[in-house]
């Protein structure tokens, strides 16, 4: 029997085995912040209340017309006592009526809906003035930079509530402010908390500009002839996203509180529109026999305000790259 030489040529399914690399699979940067905040309990347990509140907030009607409850601004005389007292939590009205036989639950899912479109709209036009403002100082620093930045201190040194109280009192009468652009109601409410919200964002975005604007890659970019304008677009604000992010939800809640602040004095959202605050400041004089009246909107608020706190200083640990694994 003769010896037969098995090569890969006479048999070309025989693969010899040749030793991998291991292959190193890299993460991007949602995908790291989104592992972080699933191992944290807490973070998901607010993102989980987060996403329930704006979707109630958002199918309010639908929310309303399940629940088996009266429109928000309907008067039933017939759900008051005999005495003309409201009466608290039943069958018929699950979180109670108003001393104007206005159901509760009604006008806490859409006072959410009113608190949280407040909150967003301040929120967003906070972060793109004091973005553009805090780049434009950190970046060109000099007497740009010395003259925005003493702006943004001249308006932190005034009490925020006081601020507000004043700004929207005084646009909530005649033709609003700023030649009518703000008229009175809801757009009073955001301008004076964009207003009073951005020099924050502005501080943050300034002292990353300044930080970045030292970098090597900011450097190269300058050297290789691009613009100023290029180089902010495409190397500075791209990486002041993430502390931007996680400021922004850190600060949704503080707008929140301010508006219910302000409804609680009377120059926040004006009837026939609900809020919380306002609610609460009408159930103060009848909080003894009517207690469903300040509670129930008094819980609404504080849930909403802690989960965004706690998703986002969840969030600001996520994005920190020190942390991160």
């Known amino acids: 029997m003769s010896t037969v030489d098995v090569t890969r040529e006479s048999l070309p399914h025989v693969v010899a085995a040749e030793p991998r690399a291991p292959r190193i699979g890299a993460r991007s940067t949602p995908a790291l912040v989104w592992r972080r905040l699933r191992a944290d309990r807490w973070a ?3 993102l989980a209340a987060i996403v329930l509140v704006v979707a109630v907030a958002i199918a309010a009607p639908l929310v309303v017309r399940l629940a088996g409850a009266a429109p928000p601004d309907l008067q039933s005389p017939g759900a008051l006592d005999a005495f003309g007292l409201p009466t608290g939590p039943s069958s018929r009205h699950l979180l109670g009526v108003d001393p104007l036989g206005r159901d509760v639950l009604s006008r806490v899912v859409y006072c959410l809906r009113v608190s949280l479109e407040v909150a967003f709209l301040a929120t967003g036009l906070a972060v793109v003035v004091g973005v553009l ?3 434009l100082a950190g970046y060109r620093r000099g007497w740009v930079d010395t003259l925005l930045s003493r702006l943004m201190d001249f308006q932190l040194a005034f009490p925020i509530l006081l601020l507000g109280i004043g700004l929207a009192s005084a646009c909530s009468l005649g033709r609003g402010c700023l030649g009518g ?3 009175p109601g809801l757009t009073v409410v955001v301008f004076v908390i964009a207003l009073a919200s951005w020099p924050y964002v502005g501080r943050i975005a300034r002292g990353e500009a300044l930080s970045l604007r030292e970098q090597p890659f900011v450097e190269a970019a300058r050297s290789l002839g691009a613009s100023d304008m290029r180089v902010v677009l495409e190397d500075v604000m791209p990486n002041l996203a993430a502390p931007v992010v996680a400021y922004s939800m850190l600060i949704v809640p503080t707008n929140i509180l301010l508006e219910a602040a302000l409804s609680y004095l009377g120059v926040g959202v004006q009837p026939p529109q609900a809020s919380l605050g306002q609610m609460i400041s009408d159930a ?11 509670l129930f909107p008094g819980l609404a608020l504080l849930v909403v305000v802690l989960a965004f706190n706690v998703v986002g200083g969840a969030l600001q640990e996520a994005l920190d790259p020190r942390g991160r694994r």
């Open 284 to 294: 103060t004089a009848t909080f003894d026999t009517a207690w469903w009246y300040m």
């Open 181 to 183: 652009l703000v008229q």
């Open 44 to 46: 998901m347990a607010g």
């Open 133 to 135: 403002v805090g780049v």
